[in-house]
């Protein structure tokens, strides 16, 4: 694993992901309470023994890059490293041609600096997925079948084939072919698979004829630069990968464990709160696969005569008297008032205290607190980092009801509402 570099792509604009995505990258994205979504990809790179990672960012990368430097810090003696490189400005007479243009052409632009290394394999990663598995495993089926290229795949439903990419797979496992986001019965016959196929790949069909790209690809160094080279178009899995599969050995790796992708509002919201079940599809608390974040040095969350049920509480949060919690997410320092009822929601918290001589000032003034004012109500909801709800106030989806633009920063996408980054939201107001 030592000659595995890791590349892991900061994404684009994440505009499925707004407001979420508005101040931030993808990856800088709050998960789970504590987490940011680039915690996801980096922990499993250093659990599975792979401590050389690139994070390639573009846009609106300032809190993803804070995020990693005060997070990803190896010893002298290791040689591992976690390093940012940004789109950058260059001699190039276009300039719009500098900015990355896709995934391919984003690894295209910065290869030479991950190529100084001693490499013979590159991962190339997203990242903006929840998951966990051990590359060092995807890396044997790599070296076993002499691939160029090797391809994640979970098996999947016909119903679930029609937003993916899928594989059409020989009896060894080499990918034969790869039809993006099948929609027509005969493109879905082309790429199904016989399910005791896939039984005897060690995974369980359980009636799933389709093999999915995740977006995981291990490549032979040698071999990214000749496929790299030879085609000058933007993304891996339109452009460089099914032109791969028609010239050389692309071989299917197999999982089949929980993966998600977050790219939607409502994906966002639904991963979260399953990370609150009892039987959570993703463990956070794995003992031999932990997952990694930034070290935070913060009080434990204080809680007086409180009904918390089936929720996740992070550090440094208050929760006074008469609140209710259910099937929710309490991020870093929130503070929570008496009376406040959350349910169904994932509060982020906040980035900092409030002073007491301001905590002071909001109670002379009237003015909403850093955090959940008291007897509001939170349901169906995603209250972004550093919100001021005021006292009384009800913020709540509606499944029933289209996507809208409220007011104060707040807006209603997939039933879900969505309060922005830093809003403040009146003493009293009712979002239903």
Same mark, same amino acid.
């Given at each position: 694993m030592k000659n595995v570099v890791a590349v892991i792509l900061g994404g684009g604009r994440g505009t499925r992901l707004q407001p979420l995505t508005t101040h931030r990258s993808k990856p800088a994205v709050p998960l789970g309470g504590k987490y940011r979504l680039i915690d996801i990809p980096i922990s499993n790179c250093i659990n599975s023994g792979i401590n050389k990672c690139y994070v390639l960012t573009q846009f609106m990368s300032v809190s993803l890059h804070s995020h990693i430097r005060g997070t990803y810090r190896f010893d002298a003696f290791s040689g591992g490293f976690v390093e940012i490189l940004a789109a950058q400005q260059t001699l190039a007479d276009d300039g719009d041609a500098d900015w990355f243009q896709g995934t391919a052409d984003a690894v295209r632009k910065t290869f030479r600096y991950f190529s100084r290394t001693n490499v013979d394999y590159v991962l190339i990663l997203s990242g903006d997925q929840l998951y966990r598995m051990d590359f060092e495993k995807m890396l044997q089926t790599h070296v076993d079948s002499g691939a160029a290229v090797t391809m994640a795949?979970?098996?999947?439903?016909?119903?679930?084939?029609?937003?993916?990419?899928?594989? /059409?797979?020989?009896?060894?496992?080499?990918?034969?072919?790869?039809?993006?986001?099948?929609?027509?019965?005969?493109?879905?016959?082309?790429?199904?698979?016989?399910?005791?196929?896939?039984?005897?790949?060690?995974?369980?069909?359980?009636?799933?004829?389709?093999? +999915?790209?995740?977006? =995981?690809?291990?490549?032979?160094?040698?071999?990214?630069?000749? +496929?790299?080279?030879?085609?000058?178009?933007?993304?891996?899995? /339109?452009?460089?990968?099914?032109?791969? =599969?028609?010239?050389?050995?692309?071989?299917?790796?197999?999982?089949?464990?929980?993966?998600?992708?977050?790219?939607?509002?409502?994906?966002f919201y639904e991963a979260n709160l399953a990370l609150t079940r009892p039987d959570a599809p993703f463990d956070l608390s794995m003992a031999d696969a932990p997952l990694y974040s930034r070290p935070r040095f913060l009080p434990p969350t204080r809680v007086d005569d409180a009904q918390i049920k089936g929720s996740l509480i992070a550090d440094g949060c208050t929760i006074h008297s008469g609140a209710k919690i259910e099937n929710s997410i309490i991020g870093l320092r929130c503070q929570i008032g008496a009376n406040v009822t959350i349910r169904n929601s994932v509060v982020m918290g906040a980035d900092y205290f409030e002073s007491q001589e301001k905590v002071a000032q909001n109670a002379v003034e009237g003015s909403p607190w850093l955090g959940i004012g008291e007897g509001a109500v939170i349901d169906q909801a995603i209250i972004d980092k550093n919100v001021r709800v005021g006292a009384g106030a009800v913020l709540a989806g509606d499944d029933g009801k289209k996507d809208a633009d409220l007011s104060h920063n707040c807006f209603l996408r997939d039933g879900i509402f969505v309060a922005s980054k830093a809003t403040v939201v009146p003493n009293g107001w009712n979002a239903r």
């Open positions: 795949a979970k098996p999947v439903h016909r119903h679930e084939a029609t937003g993916l990419g899928i594989m /059409k797979v020989d009896k060894s496992g080499r990918i034969i072919d790869f039809v993006e986001k099948p929609t027509s019965e005969a493109e879905l016959d082309h790429v199904a698979m016989d399910p005791a196929w896939i039984d005897s790949l060690g995974v369980t069909a359980n009636g799933r004829e389709c093999m +999915a790209s995740m977006g =995981i690809y291990l490549f032979s160094a040698d071999r990214l630069v000749e +496929a790299l080279t030879e085609s000058s178009k933007p993304d891996f899995g /339109k452009d460089i990968l099914p032109q791969a =599969i028609r010239s050389r050995h692309v071989q299917l790796h197999p999982f089949d464990d929980y993966w998600e992708d977050i790219g939607t509002i409502r994906s």
